[in-house]
């Protein structure tokens, strides 16, 4: 697989990244360990060599799978994790505390089996710490060796700006996919300007842009899906004209639905490494044929003529998850 530059940060990583969070949390019964690290060890066996993960993500058990699964191979992959929860649970609110964030970046070296991260991102933005004291924190891991790299989450233009001021940002990652494009208003102007790349989560509108979801779908009960408004079953079903029509520009290009939505969000920026997960080993082959799609102009214009008279319906995060989209 090719690789991708995440800004003017030098750091190069596979042009299509694999995120780890659904094989422990948030997406109904976490993946045996064994099964985890062979999917893992499979996507970069496909040559994946970014990796995402967050302490956050179990909480603690995501980081450990991911360690063990990459410890033989880990000179070859880019390894990136995250601070910024109290006690690393979410639902518990931020804390990105200077003493908080260096008690995460030892425990997150321990548990992934290696002597610095990559990239460390701030999961979340938090209100109650200021900017520079995160990026300062940050700074300092850096000049100790234990990070190599500044990211951050879900942060608005005026928080990377502060931020990035003290320690450069190499990447933000945030929602971002052909049925969320809020990111396109300021954000992609402000990275392009300063120079960041851009890792989308959830690029394939966690499942629902595959089209194998429909208004019937039934999710496990310790699913995330199933508070998400977005993912209610009349959202879904009036959210299915989105998917009629990524459907047919597949069907024309002898793609998926999955590979369609991978390849826009790859033509939409050179510096953007999107992080679809799975806990399939033919839904991992699927994305990552994505890589090898090359939109052209007037297909990129008929997705837009396609999808641009279609709203999206409902909230994509419930109204209790609020304050974990703080910017």
């Not at 208004?215 to 879904?236: C, K, W």
């Amino acid at each position: 697989m090719n690789k991708r530059a995440l800004g003017k940060s030098g750091l190069e990583v596979s042009t299509l990244g694999y995120g780890c969070m659904g094989l422990s949390f948030g997406l109904g019964v976490a993946t045996e360990k064994s099964e985890a690290i062979k999917m893992i060890r499979a996507a970069f066996d496909r040559g994946v060599t970014f990796f995402d993960t967050a302490e956050a993500y179990g909480p603690f058990i995501n980081e450990e799978v991911v360690g063990e699964a990459l410890e033989p191979v880990r000179k070859d992959v880019v390894i990136a994790t995250k601070f910024g929860f109290k006690n690393g649970i979410p639902t518990t609110g931020a804390d990105s505390r200077p003493e908080r964030i260096r008690e995460v970046a030892d425990a997150s070296l321990k548990r992934l089996r290696t002597d610095s991260i990559d990239l460390f991102y701030q999961h979340r933005v938090d209100p109650s710490v200021p900017l520079e004291e995160v990026a300062g924190a940050v700074k300092d891991l850096i000049a100790q060796g234990k990070v190599k790299h500044f990211g951050m989450s879900e942060a608005g233009a005026e928080a990377i700006r502060r931020a990035h001021a003290i320690q450069p940002v190499t990447a933000l990652q945030s929602e971002y996919s052909l049925w969320w494009r809020e990111p396109e208003q300021d954000i992609l102007p402000t990275l392009e300007e300063l120079g960041i790349g851009f890792v989308p989560f959830s690029p394939l509108g966690k499942g629902f842009l595959t089209g194998t979801i429909h208004a019937g779908t039934e999710f496990p009960p310790n699913d995330f899906r199933n508070v998400v408004p977005r993912f209610s079953a009349d959202a879904r079903q009036a959210n299915q004209p989105l998917i009629d029509a990524l459907g047919k520009i597949a069907a024309d290009r002898n793609a998926t639905h999955a590979q369609i939505a991978l390849a826009w969000l790859l033509a939409q920026k050179p510096w953007i490494v999107p992080i679809p997960g799975t806990t399939k080993l033919h839904r991992l082959e699927e994305n990552l044929g994505a890589a090898s799609i090359h939109l052209t102009p007037a297909d990129l214009e008929e997705i837009h003529t396609a999808l641009s008279g279609i709203e999206v319906q409902g909230d994509r995060y419930p109204a209790s998850f609020q304050k974990l989209v703080n910017r």
